[in-house]
């Protein structure tokens, strides 16, 4: 693994000031999402590192923000962050917060995720009101508006065309993509979000299969056999989207697929665990074994290692040969 100061340093990143915003996000997302930052850390280029965990601490900070509470207090947090975040993008002065110091910096060097993250906070309106969904298109609906915009924070740092609107097709796979993550965390997560007061299947979902929000909550016995059912149909959708899903990593340069690829087969493993657990999800969560993901990351990090090294040694395609340096014409 690159040593962060030298990820830093790759990335221009040499102002003191500014390193210790980056350290502050670098330790904020070590700890929330210990897996995303390894995957980062390990499978992604050094000169992403930074931009990438600056984009994921300002989204978990967003989302920190507006997860709780009630809805008029979110809307309301939400509306002073938007306006903290505009005058840090837009106003001369550096912002005194490290969050999002860290993110102007990163919008400088990356003029177009101003845009992704004026997206986001759009959308984050919907995240802040979110109850719940009554139907599908309610969920549909959900993903466009905030799920979307919040991977492409990080998505469009690997993208072809990072300016792309949603008919492009690197865009499209990320809009599959997510859509299938965030239906297997709604899986995922029903015993815990029963627990607040909301959660991610559409009621009229719950209705077809005679079931009702308190059962859930409860966590009623007699609606395991109706919740089994219920979850498999949803696991189904999710793996509906796989497919599309799996064309992004031929989209993008050969350093950022063993990244897509994990990510890809994270969700693969997160959503046999939703299965395995069906209708038990009622009671307790969903992960995938820790020697799984471990393995993925394994797997992943050995590829990016090697195309580093042929990069490195300017191998060309698959030849195995290593073009000739000065040094060894003068030899």
Known sequence: MTRWSTALKTAGVTDPRLRRAYDAQRRLVRRFAPHEYAAVRLLLPPELHPPAVAAVAYMH?????????????????????????TA????????????LLALRDTTLRHPYLAARVRAFLDGATVEAQWTGFATEAD??????????PALMLTASLLAPDPDAGPDDPYVRGCRA????????????????????????????????????????RSRSEAAVPALERLVHEQ????????????????????????????LIAVQELRLRAVRREGGKLIRRGANPAVL????????????????????????AGGSGRRKETVADQRR
Do not use: C, M, N
Not at 90 to 98: K, T, V
Not at 198 to 204: A, K, M
């Open 235 to 262: 696991a189904d959708l999710a793996e509906a989207t796989l497919p599309e899903g799996r064309t992004l990593p031929a989209l993008v340069a050969a350093e950022h697929r063993p990244f897509l690829d994990a």
């Open 139 to 148: 969920f549909q609906a959900y993903v466009d508006s905030y799920a979307l």
């Open 88 to 99: 840090a993008l837009d106003g001369s002065e550096l912002p005194a917060d490290e969050t």
């Open 177 to 216: 993509l997510i859509e299938g993550l965030q239906r297997t965390d709604f899986l995922a997560d029903l015993a815990e979000d029963a627990e607040d007061g909301r959660i991610g299947i559409p009621e009229d979902e719950l209705v077809r299969h005679g079931l009702k929000f308190e059962d859930l």
């Open 61 to 85: 900070a967003t989302d920190e923000l507006i997860d709780t509470g009630a809805v008029d207090v979110r809307t309301t947090v939400l509306t002073s962050w938007d306006a903290e975040t």
């Open 292 to 315: 799984g993901g471990l393995g993925v990351l394994a797997r992943q990090y050995r590829r990016a290692r090697a195309a580093r090294r042929r990069a490195r040694w300017g191998l």
